[in-house]
């Protein structure tokens, strides 16, 4: 046998020992098991079976399929945030340590702050497909048998949020004052969460059912998962790092760019996207769950800044605002 299936057979004799296993049965399941293919791993079929659309039309093919890559996309970028947040620890299913560092190390940051950029840079500019990609005419016909379903109910978003920033910056900037200097519970602070305005009626301010869904089914979940990062979130494990590796400007702007792309170009693909198909000259269409995207949706009214530490005072005047020669954040 050759040296190098006996060094693989040792060391594997060695952790299903550490587990209390048999080798030998896990040999005879691997002498029993098919080839693997591609469609099996991918579950390409299944996937395939998963556009179920509510209507004739089309384009909400394009639609419902556009935002399942979306949601995909979003769960590369918590997979990312989680490693940040725990210290880049990898530990397997059977308790294995894949050995890496206890420490963060600005390398490591950097690495998976590009990766996440990679993520949110693919998803902004992948856009056009919702904003040139349908026809106006059946997306405003085929949205109203979507109601109230809304891409604001994305839980994996909101998560995202609250692993990459302290909870106090994800408050309404008008209600931000009161827990100044504070040291409030994430329940009370998740009550004036900035995307709960979003999601009021246009005429009358009350929640709306798509609201009233959301609530339902996540804040809990969203509360608990606050509490669990307040002191691991990606901000905080940055304040963690030595300060040499703090003032790192790879890192910094690494840092910047990722609060940008989450809090000022994403959100305006989604205008671009609502003036298409939602802005009329006799008036703005509501949102299919009645969200108040014209308020909800702008940058420069939400004030969402994951890093205000990162950016000097005059980034910090016009986020959100159109970029010109004179002012580019960078």
Same mark, same amino acid.
């Given at each position: 046998m050759k040296p190098e299936i006996t060094q693989r057979l040792t060391a594997l004799e060695k952790k299903y020992d550490a587990m209390g296993q048999d080798i030998v049965s896990y040999l005879d399941g691997l002498l029993y098991s098919n080839y693997l293919t591609y469609w099996d791993y991918i579950h390409t079929d299944k996937l395939l @079976? $998963?556009?179920?659309?509510?209507? =004739? !039309?089309?384009?909400?093919?394009? +639609?419902?399929?556009?935002?399942?890559?979306?949601? #995909?996309? +979003?769960?590369?970028c918590l997979h990312e945030l989680e490693q940040i947040c725990h210290n880049g620890r990898n530990i397997t299913a059977a308790g294995? =340590? #894949? *050995?890496?560092?206890?420490?963060?190390?600005? *390398?490591? +940051?950097? %690495?998976?702050?590009?990766? $996440?950029?990679?993520?949110?840079? %693919? #998803?902004? &500019?992948?856009? *056009?497909?919702m904003v040139d990609g349908m026809e106006p005419g059946? !997306?405003?016909? !085929?949205?109203?048998? $979507? /109601?109230?379903? @809304?891409?604001?109910?994305?839980a994996q978003y909101r998560m995202i949020e609250i692993c990459s920033t302290s909870f106090a910056n994800l408050v309404h900037p008008d209600e931000r004052q009161r827990f100044s200097g504070k040291q409030a519970s994430v329940a009370d602070m998740f009550k004036y969460i900035y995307w709960k305005r979003g999601a009021t009626e246009l005429e009358t301010g009350k929640k709306t059912l798509t609201l009233k869904q959301?609530?339902?089914?996540? @804040? %809990?979940? /969203?509360?608990?998962?606050?509490?669990?990062?307040? =002191?691991?979130? #990606?901000?905080?494990?940055?304040? @963690? /790092?030595e300060e040499q590796d703090r003032g790192n400007p790879e890192l910094r702007e690494a840092m910047r760019q990722y609060d940008k792309n989450v809090n000022v170009n994403w959100p305006l693909v989604h205008i671009k996207s609502a003036a298409r198909y939602l802005q009329k000259a006799t008036g703005d269409v509501a949102a299919t769950g009645g969200t108040n995207w014209q308020k909800y949706l702008p940058p420069r009214h939400q004030r969402r800044i994951f890093y205000p530490e990162?950016?000097?005072?005059?980034? /910090?005047?016009?986020? *959100? &605002?159109p970029e010109t %020669?004179?002012?580019?954040p960078a």
């Amino acid at each position: 046998m050759k040296p190098e299936i006996t060094q693989r057979l040792t060391a594997l004799e060695k952790k299903y020992d550490a587990m209390g296993q048999d080798i030998v049965s896990y040999l005879d399941g691997l002498l029993y098991s098919n080839y693997l293919t591609y469609w099996d791993y991918i579950h390409t079929d299944k996937l395939l @079976s $998963l556009q179920n659309t509510r209507t =004739d !039309f089309p384009d909400e093919l394009i +639609f419902i399929m556009y935002h399942q890559v979306t949601e #995909l996309y +979003f769960r590369l970028c918590l997979h990312e945030l989680e490693q940040i947040c725990h210290n880049g620890r990898n530990i397997t299913a059977a308790g294995q =340590d #894949l *050995g890496w560092n206890e420490k963060l190390e600005a *390398g490591y +940051f950097i %690495a998976r702050l590009n990766r $996440l950029n990679r993520y949110f840079e %693919a #998803l902004t &500019k992948s856009f *056009g497909i919702m904003v040139d990609g349908m026809e106006p005419g059946q !997306f405003l016909k !085929f949205r109203m048998a $979507l /109601l109230p379903a @809304s891409g604001f109910q994305s839980a994996q978003y909101r998560m995202i949020e609250i692993c990459s920033t302290s909870f106090a910056n994800l408050v309404h900037p008008d209600e931000r004052q009161r827990f100044s200097g504070k040291q409030a519970s994430v329940a009370d602070m998740f009550k004036y969460i900035y995307w709960k305005r979003g999601a009021t009626e246009l005429e009358t301010g009350k929640k709306t059912l798509t609201l009233k869904q959301f609530e339902k089914k996540y @804040s %809990a979940e /969203l509360i608990e998962m606050a509490e669990k990062y307040r =002191d691991i979130n #990606l901000w905080a494990q940055y304040m @963690s /790092l030595e300060e040499q590796d703090r003032g790192n400007p790879e890192l910094r702007e690494a840092m910047r760019q990722y609060d940008k792309n989450v809090n000022v170009n994403w959100p305006l693909v989604h205008i671009k996207s609502a003036a298409r198909y939602l802005q009329k000259a006799t008036g703005d269409v509501a949102a299919t769950g009645g969200t108040n995207w014209q308020k909800y949706l702008p940058p420069r009214h939400q004030r969402r800044i994951f890093y205000p530490e990162l950016w000097n005072e005059e980034e /910090l005047e016009n986020w *959100g &605002k159109p970029e010109t %020669a004179d002012n580019q954040p960078a």
